[in-house]
């Protein structure tokens, strides 16, 4: 089907997935946190031709190389509209508030608005976006066969924090249980932070949400 390639970035080690064609020179980014030369270098390199950035949502970890990637490659940005004025804004995006961690953050608005069941066309492939909040109030994570990209809703046995500004723990379970957990289980989990999982590996060890 595709490639996914994992690029572990920033003083929170956030993972960025560069996700290409098997077979052609198309590929688009999610969620490339700070310092992506790493990144930058492998694009440029492989030759390949980057359609957009999706980010599972706007925190500063997952937002942080945004310009950078932009400016090298001209593609446009993916952002769920709940968050849409997180980029332009280092408090609600939270940079503001980690000054230990990196200095404030922004960028320009995200040229598409994502949105529940919304199908978008990338690489050649169809990807579903499921608005899953919680951690945050416009986190999405994509779907497409047997992958999933969750962002910072769904770990290798935990969850995401739901105590940051726009985070609600009812939102986040119900995100998980009602939209995730209804998926194959043996569809794999690339998470936002930590090692991959699949879906029934979850709904059967998670301590945070049994299904």
Aim: glycine fraction near 10%.
């Amino acid at each position: 089907m595709f490639k996914i390639e994992t690029f572990t970035l920033g003083p929170l080690q956030t993972n960025c997935y560069l996700l290409t064609e098997e077979t052609g020179t198309r590929a688009f980014v999610v969620d490339p946190g700070m310092g992506p030369k790493r990144l930058i270098d492998r694009i440029r390199e492989r030759g390949l031709t980057l359609e957009a950035i999706v980010l599972t949502h706007a925190h500063f970890d997952h937002m942080g190389g945004v310009d950078e990637v932009r400016r090298a490659f001209g593609c446009p940005v993916y952002l769920h509209d709940a968050e849409a004025d997180w980029l332009t804004d280092a408090r609600k995006n939270g940079s503001a508030r980690w000054s230990d961690v990196t200095e404030p953050l922004t960028t320009e608005p995200a040229e598409f608005a994502l949105s529940e069941g919304q199908r978008l066309e990338l690489i050649g492939h169809t990807f579903s976006v499921l608005h899953t909040p919680g951690h945050s109030p416009g986190s999405v994570s994509l779907h497409c066969g047997g992958h999933l990209i969750s962002g910072d809703v769904l770990f290798r046995q935990s969850v995401g924090r739901s105590d940051l500004p726009g985070g609600k723990e009812r939102d986040l379970y119900d995100s998980i249980r009602l939209k995730l957990y209804k998926l194959d289980p043996s569809v794999r989990v690339y998470p936002g932070h930590g090692p991959q999982t699949t879906i029934g590996y979850e709904m059967a060890n998670n301590p945070f949400v049994p299904a």
